[in-house]
C-alpha cells in the first residue's frame, strides 16, 4: 500500500481565513481524493483531483470554497476558503491502490478547528 | 448524495466476544471495503471484496461480499481491547468514488 502524509495535521484558525492542506504519496498515482469527516460523522467525498485536469467536485462542494491543485502525480493540496466554525472537520486525502486500482488508501488527516 | 446503511451504530464488546455488522445499500457496487479508524488517525483499509458471495478473512476478521451485490458484513472473531475503534463499509462505484457507511463504533463494556 501507498504511504501518505498530509500537513498539517492540525490546525486552529480564524474566521474568514484560508488554510491549504498538502497531501504527499510515496508513488506516483493516477487519482488522488479529498475527503471531508465532521465530527462524529462519516467520510463524504469532496473531490476527485487528476493531475493535468481541473479536479471535479461532488454536489454541495464548490471550486471557490475548496479550490485544489495537482501538480504532479505524487502530490496535491486542497484550501479551505473564507472559513467559518462550520469548516472544522478532519480532511482527509486518499489514493487508488490494489489490484486494478479498485481500493483507496487514506492519509493520517489533517483536523481543522476553526473559531 | 447515496449513503450505506450500516448496523448497529455502537456496539459494546467484552474480550473474547464473537462481534458482528453489516452494510446494505439500495444500488450496486463492484467492491466492497471495510475499513477501521482510530481517534486522530485516517481510516485503515482491512478487507477488500470484489466479487459477490465472495467470503475472505484476514486474521480475526471475516468480511463477505453480498451475492445480491447489495450488502456486506463483517465479523471480529475473539474480540481484544484494540479492537476499539470506528469501523466503516465502503462501496466502490464508477468513477473510483467511495461511498461510506455511518460507521460502527465499538467500545469495551465497562
Known amino acids: 500500500s501507498a504511504v501518505i502524509s498530509q500537513k498539517p495535521s492540525r490546525d486552529i484558525c480564524q474566521r474568514g481565513t484560508s488554510l491549504t492542506i498538502q497531501c504527499q504519496v510515496d508513488?506516483?498515482?493516477?487519482?488522488m481524493f479529498w475527503y471531508r469527516q465532521q465530527p462524529g460523522q462519516s467520510l463524504t467525498l469532496i473531490a476527485t483531483a487528476n493531475q493535468g485536469s481541473e479536479a471535479t467536485y461532488e454536489s454541495g462542494f464548490v471550486i471557490d470554497k475548496f479550490p485544489i491543485s495537482r501538480p504532479n502525480l505524487t502530490f496535491s493540496t486542497l484550501t479551505v476558503s473564507n472559513m467559518s466554525p462550520e469548516d472544522s472537520s478532519i480532511y482527509l486525502c486518499?489514493?487508488?491502490?490494489?489490484?486494478?486500482?479498485?481500493?483507496?488508501?487514506f492519509g493520517p488527516g489533517t483536523r481543522l478547528t476553526v473559531l | 448524495g447515496q449513503q450505506l446503511n450500516q448496523s448497529p451504530q455502537s456496539m459494546f464488546i467484552q474480550e473474547g466476544e464473537d462481534v458482528s455488522m453489516n452494510c446494505t445499500s439500495s444500488?450496486?457496487?463492484?467492491?466492497w471495503l471495510w475499513y477501521k479508524q482510530d481517534p486522530g488517525e485516517g481510516p485503515v483499509l482491512l478487507i477488500a471484496l470484489y466479487k459477490a458471495g465472495e467470503l475472505t478473512s484476514n486474521g480475526r476478521l471475516t468480511a463477505q461480499f453480498g451475492i445480491t451485490r447489495k450488502d456486506s458484513f463483517l465479523n471480529i472473531s475473539a474480540s481484544i481491547p484494540s479492537d476499539v475503534g470506528i469501523y466503516f463499509c465502503?462501496?466502490?462505484?464508477?468513477?473510483?468514488?467511495?461511498?461510506f457507511g455511518g460507521g460502527t463504533r465499538v467500545l469495551v463494556k465497562p
Open positions: 486518499s489514493v487508488e491502490g490494489g489490484r486494478g486500482a479498485d481500493t483507496q488508501y
Open positions: 444500488s450496486i457496487f463492484n467492491t
Open positions: 508513488s506516483q498515482v493516477t487519482m
Open positions: 465502503a462501496g466502490l462505484a464508477a468513477g473510483n468514488k467511495l461511498t
